[in-house]
């Protein structure tokens, strides 16, 4: 059983800081489970105003009292999100819009992964509509009040399950040829390209954009898998992340003091980690939000 830890370690990596987040707010996706929760968790310690965005408000509710009891923290609340609703992102948006003086750190955690084909209420195809889409029209809708609150920090999740889709242009909602994997892949890619196009865009402004692969973490996530994709995993299971290591490297772009200089990098396991062609292809990553702001109606100046 050691030699399993010690190998989960060197797999996984270690990271720590004293780094403190007073005054602060702190807006995170799906953080009602999972490394979102746990990385709401570590940032409440912190002392920062963590604002949980999440669909279910129930479960959500639930955790907020764990992790205010846990931190001491009384400064954490919940505010719907369904970013499969388009109609939920503005009016969260709004919301906040409205009642916040500051965001400083959005954290775009949430995602569901390999589910059976099923559209959004927009009629987006599911999971690059949450994954990629929903998070696009929040960053967007919040991008205002985030750069008077510079300087700030946007954290992307996406996964190394990036490289096994591509953008599909003529066919982004898979109507004509659906794979759950690849349509997963196709989104996380997407984060990778998005976040490297915005990057750019906020270049001067104060606000640095992050772009992250957890690592392989017993999470809900594994729900849909297929089959084959269990039985594999029942095996690679001894070797994978907890949650509380699969939260690091976000915790880890929304603290740490030595990425003030930097943006639009991809991280793993607490430092720089390449990431496949396809998700530094820039010519792609424009093509691709021109199209998502083309899908989602908007104007990005």
């Known amino acids: ?143 205002d009040l985030i750069k008077r609150s510079a300087p700030a920090r946007i954290i992307n999740v996406s996964s190394m399950a990036h490289s096994w889709g591509s953008i599909q242009l003529d066919d982004i909602n898979s109507e004509k040829n659906y794979h759950s994997r690849r349509a997963y892949g196709q989104s996380k890619l997407a984060n990778i390209l998005s976040t490297r196009s915005l990057a750019k865009r906020l270049k001067g402004t104060g606000v640095n954009v992050y772009v992250i692969h957890p690592g392989v973490v017993r999470t809900e996530l594994k729900r849909h898998m297929n089959i084959p994709l269990l039985v594999m995993w029942k095996i690679v299971r001894p070797f994978t992340k907890t949650i509380v290591q699969g939260a690091q490297t976000s915790i880890y772009c929304a603290v740490e003091p030595a990425l003030e200089t930097e943006s639009g990098e991809y991280y793993s396991n607490c430092s720089p980690a390449s990431c496949s062609r396809a998700a530094r292809d820039d010519d792609m990553a424009e093509k691709l939000w021109e199209l998502s702001c083309q899908m989602l109606g908007i104007i990005w100046e």
């Open 1 to 143: 059983m050691a030699n399993i830890y010690t190998l989960r370690a060197f797999f996984c990596g270690q990271w720590s800081s004293s780094a403190r987040l007073e005054g602060k707010t702190v807006i995170i996706t799906g953080a009602n489970t999972g490394i979102g929760k746990e990385t709401a968790r570590d940032l409440a310690k912190r002392g920062a105003r963590i604002i949980l965005a999440c669909r279910d408000v129930v479960k959500a509710e639930t955790a907020v009292k764990e992790i205010t009891e846990e931190s001491g923290n009384q400064n954490v609340v919940v505010r719907k999100l369904d970013l499969s609703d388009t109609k939920s992102i503005k009016e969260f948006a709004e919301e906040i819009n409205k009642e916040e003086s500051q965001v400083n750190i959005l954290i775009n955690n949430a995602g569901i992964m390999m589910c059976p084909y099923s559209k959004t209420v927009d009629g987006f195809e599911m999971q690059f509509g949450v994954n990629h889409l929903g998070h696009f029209l929040l960053t967007f809708l919040l991008l």
